[in-house]
């Protein structure tokens, strides 16, 4: 019986670490890679440590070698797409949870209708909003600047904040609001004092759904922007694809890297609160 | 202190009517309980009141003022809730202040009013806690302190006691007695436990499928119920109800139970004319069914009392007391007694009933005669 135990559970690890090894493997070649000078990649094997850590091909990946105009490096770019993330970021948030909170809080003709329409928006494949969206850039006069991908990327987390915000809400007791409105207590006295503190499980998972979603956008950002406004992911790309004849691996691959830390930096830090967020609902009953 | 006068008021959700005009006057420093079994639109009676929901018809008046259209905070209402609803990230004293600090008290005032509430619901040391903090029983207490600490014209209960243990729940009935007889503001109390409206109103409101069945003070619903809504719903066991016919006399009355021969005949007195009907139900409750002879002669008034042939069915034995269920002419009847006494199951015997507390009913209306 013990035996059968053990057996499964060497099994269980087992498999859990060729997945791990599995997921773990490109980021060590891309770590190992950034710190090796391209004499070592040529020459060397690619899994193989490199002879010293080499900082010299992040430097370049972050602020360029010098060379004029045609070095493209992602510095500037990076706070293109801080600009862009971080009010986007903010302002679907906070309309998200306000509307979840008018959603099941403030119940009205039509609520769950309207609701419905959020969730579809949800289902909405980035493609298919390219050319209406392009078109009402237009019309705003705000294709090409950051104001432009801060609207669409606003636009299309809605319908994800709006339902994290909502299913979240549904689960606190009516009867608070009920109090807080023989109070004496308004809508947003409400929002602000009463929910928005209890609040922060879902907070969490709307900024770390919402950061990820925006930071790591490739399409909105190629298609309505370019040049210097472009965000970072659609300068790593230009910066890897339209180098010179050498092919730099180890500058593209800290590059990479760079790309994706913020991202992997939150998680980090919040993670915990993201998984409590998530199964938030479903534990409080 | 103020009234509360409602007038035919209505509430329709979509098709369902949930409120089918209810009229209440509820006096200044009356403890009116709202009873009813769930789903018969008590609480949406006492949503209505608070502004909370609105009424599809009718009006609310709170001191001859009609309220209607006003907010809720507007009423000048506190309300304690069910589930306390107390605000979770704020501590306990912010819970209660919260509704004096919207109202743009001064600070001196809010922590006058607030030492005082504290003191008098014993929550001092409870003051810098946060609701998950706290026990069931003393979440309770800081509910009542928020509506307390307004001093409003009339408190709504919503409940409060049913998420309390058996043992807090009747010392909380009896604080918020207390509370009542201190304060005398006019307090409006939804309750399914009958035991709790006997016990705390001064009046009761009857509710059944959105109508009131009746609103008469707890002794009155007790012993004079208008329907057999009524008279089942209130006492544990319920009333028994003897189905049979009635023929009158002047004021003499016989009741003759279905199967029963003419020696079965039950003659009382009535103080209304009634006219002879051929289906009642008599009702008698189980504990004004008595033993023995010498029991019914001492407790009855007049010595007024029918005897019946009964054979003993079931004993339940539940501590004080006992219930035996008999079988009556085919008919089943429970009767309540002190459990010193022996009573031998399966017997046939003798038992007697107390004339001067019956209730009989027209079996087709179900209303009282």
Redesign the interface.
């Known amino acids: 019986m013990l035996n059968k135990k053990k057996v499964s559970r060497i099994f269980l690890f087992l498999v859990l670490g060729i997945f791990v090894f599995y997921y773990i493997t490109p980021l060590y070649v891309m770590i190992v890679t950034s710190l090796k000078t391209m004499n070592e990649i040529r020459e060397g094997n690619l899994f193989s440590l490199p002879n010293s850590i080499n900082f010299e091909s992040w430097k370049i990946a972050w602020s360029g070698r010098g060379e004029g105009t045609s070095d493209v490096f992602l510095k500037p770019y990076f706070f293109n797409s801080l600009k862009i993330a971080i009010p986007a970021l903010i302002i679907s948030t906070f309309l998200g949870a306000l509307n979840g909170y008018a959603l099941t809080k403030w119940k009205f003709k039509g609520a769950n209708l309207i609701f419905l329409l959020f969730l579809f928006g949800t289902f909405i494949p980035y493609q298919a909003i390219l050319l209406p969206m392009a078109r009402t850039l237009g019309f705003l006069g705000i294709s090409n600047s950051p104001f432009g991908l801060i609207l669409v990327h606003t636009v299309y987390g809605l319908g994800f904040t709006t339902l994290f915000f909502r299913n979240y809400y549904v689960s606190i007791s009516d009867e608070i609001i009920k109090a807080a409105k023989v109070d004496g207590a308004g809508f947003f006295k409400i929002f602000f004092k009463i929910l928005l503190p209890v609040s922060l499980p879902i907070l969490v998972v709307a900024v770390i759904f919402q950061f990820t979603q925006i930071w790591n956008d490739f399409l909105f950002g190629v298609t309505f922007s370019f040049g210097e406004n472009a965000p970072l992911q659609v300068a790593l790309n230009n910066m890897v694809l339209t180098s010179a004849s050498v092919k730099y691996y180890n500058v593209d691959m800290a590059a990479a890297i760079m790309a994706a830390l913020p991202t992997l930096i939150i998680y980090v830090l919040a993670g915990n609160y993201f998984i409590k967020g998530l199964t938030a609902g479903s534990v409080k009953g | 202190m103020a009234t509360l006068k409602i007038n035919n008021l209505e509430k329709r959700f979509k098709q369902t009517e949930v409120l089918k005009g209810i009229n209440l006057n509820v006096e200044e420093g009356d403890f009116l309980v709202l009873l009813g079994p769930s789903g018969c639109g008590k609480s949406t009676l006492l949503?209505t009141i608070?502004g909370?929901e609105e009424s599809s018809l009718g009006e609310i008046l709170i001191d001859n003022n009609i309220v209607n259209d006003m907010?809720?905070?507007e009423r000048d209402?506190?309300?304690v809730?069910?589930?306390?609803?107390?605000?979770?990230?704020?501590s306990v004293k912010e819970n209660i202040i919260?509704?004096l600090k919207?109202?743009k008290i001064s600070k001196e005032k809010i922590d006058q009013s607030l030492s005082k509430i504290a003191e008098l619901l014993k929550i001092t040391e409870l003051l810098d806690r946060k609701p998950a903090q706290l026990s069931g029983g003393q979440r309770q207490r800081v509910a009542m302190g928020?509506a307390l600490v307004?001093e409003p014209k009339i408190f709504l209960f919503d409940e409060p006691l049913s998420n309390l243990d058996a043992k807090l729940r009747i010392e909380m009935r009896r604080e918020i007695k207390k509370l009542h007889k201190n304060l005398k503001t006019t307090m409006v109390y939804v309750t399914h436990d009958q035991t709790e409206a006997m016990s705390l109103g001064t009046k009761i409101a009857i509710m059944n499928n959105g109508k009131i069945e009746q609103f008469d003070t707890p002794k009155n619903i007790y012993n004079k119920p208008s329907s057999v809504f009524v008279a089942d719903f209130v006492g544990s066991p319920s009333m028994n109800f003897i189905k049979g016919s009635l023929t009158s006399n002047n004021k003499l009355i016989s009741f003759l139970p279905n199967n029963a021969s003419e020696n079965d005949v039950i003659n009382f007195t009535h103080n209304n004319e009634l006219q002879n009907n051929s289906s009642v139900l008599f009702g008698i409750r189980p504990e004004h069914i008595f033993l023995k002879k010498t029991h019914a002669a001492r407790v009855t008034k007049d010595e007024n009392f029918a005897e019946i042939e009964v054979k003993a069915e079931l004993h339940e034995y539940i501590g004080h007391e006992q219930i035996i269920t008999f079988s009556y002419l085919g008919q089943e009847i429970l009767g309540k007694f002190s459990s010193s006494i022996d009573v031998k199951i399966d017997n046939k015997m003798t038992v007697f009933i107390d004339l001067n507390n019956i209730s009989v009913f027209d079996k087709d209306t179900k209303q009282r005669i």
């Open positions: 949503n608070a909370l907010d809720p905070s209402i506190a309300f809730f069910q589930s306390y609803a107390l605000y979770p990230a704020m919260f509704g919207q109202r928020r307004r």
